[in-house]
């Protein structure tokens, strides 16, 4: 008699898990139907997700029909040198006060311009590693818009690793500072500058302008030393360096470590310096004590590496092999000086007793004397007994 309709809402959530097994099904609409979308495992949580992976797409069209449930936006492995203006549309049209992760890694971009990012202020990451970005003001054309992130207004990590063309040095700081500072990344917490041949900064107060930043990644560069200012980020409490240039490390650089941290300041504070090249001769020798007292906390310092130049080979011993070497010599170093000590003053002995041989029996004599006739009495009586 009475007819089972499931009602819309049993039929989405049906829908909904067929979106789960199946990892996203394509988007509806006409322009995304090459993309994937549907809910699935992000980061540990369940999300909406448009995964636009290797769609070929070379241009960006499509993102101004994003659904508006989109919480991540991957959009990897295309071809878009150049991000045109205000990439999600108009605001009338497309409301994304959802979206909170934008993944563009390995797209060929070269050129972000200016206002290519609006409605992303609900946006807390942005990925946009292996990319071939040029920020600079020089060349052919001006790529530099230093107010490209600024619409990022809740932004907490930008993923920048292997981000930028292979480069123009150390004025890379300088475009990045602008860049820092006019888009107002107030709340940044993370930014990731991996892999980018970064030497130098020419302006140390490059990263001065993250008032929030917690960590800094800046392994695999070529950064021979603490070239840029830490002291003026309140909130800092990790910098990676590992697999840079760094040979030594001053006692000005190693105190501003120890900045960072008790008792300066009431936080914690860890750096790695894994992977370079300290030199164990005088790399080391500021290195090895400071890593034994500070309270700054040096990630695997056990491992830290030095480079030591023997019969024209390189060779790296650990920070730990090396000390206990060093131990090792230095035990041996003193027994040794302690046998050469012990071997003179025998020596000393001996000569000193047999050249004063003479005086020595003189001055025995009267004695051996005394006990020579104290014996001989005693025997004469004992005879008389
Ligand atoms: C996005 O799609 C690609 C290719 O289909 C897939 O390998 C990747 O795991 C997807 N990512 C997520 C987070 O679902
Ligand atoms: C990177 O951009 C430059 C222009 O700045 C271009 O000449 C080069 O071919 C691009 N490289 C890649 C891998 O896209
Ligand atoms: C920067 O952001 C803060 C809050 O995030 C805001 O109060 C301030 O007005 C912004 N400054 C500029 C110049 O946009
Ligand atoms: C680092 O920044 C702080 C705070 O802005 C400033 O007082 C200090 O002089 C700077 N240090 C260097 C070496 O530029």
Redesign the pocket.
């Known amino acids: 008699m009475f007819l089972v309709v499931p009602d819309l809402k049993h039929l989405f959530l049906l829908f909904s898990i067929g979106f789960y097994y199946v990892g996203g099904t394509s988007c509806k609409t006409p322009l995304l139907k090459k993309c994937k979308c549907g809910r699935g495992p992000y980061d540990g949580k369940e999300l909406f997700i448009v995964n636009c992976t290797n769609t070929g797409f070379q241009n960006t069209d499509m993102l101004v029909e994003l659904p508006e449930e989109t919480q991540v936006l991957i959009f990897t492995g295309n071809y878009l ?1 150049t991000l045109p203006w205000n990439i999600f549309g108009d605001f009338n049209i497309n409301n994304l006060n959802n979206l909170r992760i934008i993944d563009m890694t390995n797209n ?1 971009i ?1 050129e972000i311009k200016g206002k290519t990012y609006h409605h992303v202020q609900y946006v807390e990451r942005l990925i946009l590693n292996h990319n ?1 970005l ?1 920020i600079s003001d020089e060349g052919l054309e001006n790529h530099h818009h230093p107010r490209i992130f600024s619409n990022f207004e809740n932004l907490e990590e930008l993923h920048l690793t292997n981000a930028f ?1 292979d480069y123009t040095g150390d004025a890379l700081s300088n475009d990045l500072h602008d860049i820092f500072y006019k888009s107002n990344l107030t709340k940044l917490q993370k930014l990731h500058l991996e892999q980018n041949e970064i030497k130098g900064f020419r302006d140390p107060n490059v990263f001065c302008d993250l008032i929030s930043i917690r960590d800094l990644y800046l392994g695999q560069n070529y950064i021979p030393g603490l070239n840029f200012n830490i002291t003026c980020l309140k909130k800092l409490r990790f910098v990676d360096l590992e697999s840079n240039q760094i040979r030594s490390l001053n006692e000005n650089e190693l105190h501003t470590f120890d900045l960072m941290t008790y008792p300066y300041r009431n936080q914690e504070f860890v750096i790695d310096l894994n992977n370079n090249p300290f030199n164990c001769d005088f790399g080391l020798n500021t290195l090895q004590p400071w890593v034994r007292k500070t309270n700054v906390t040096v990630r695997n310092r056990d491992y830290l590496k030095c480079i030591k130049m023997k019969y024209g080979l390189n060779y790296t011993i650990t920070l730990k092999k090396y000390e206990e070497s060093k131990h090792h010599r230095v035990s041996g170093a003193v027994t040794i000086l302690v046998a050469i000590l012990s071997i003179i003053l025998f020596t000393l002995l001996g000569v000193y007793i047999y050249l004063s041989k003479d005086t020595v029996k003189m001055k025995l004599e009267p004695f051996l004397d005394i006990v020579s006739r104290k014996v001989h009495y005693t025997k004469i009586e004992s005879q008389n007994v």
């Open positions: 040198p060929h070269n071939n040029t063309a």
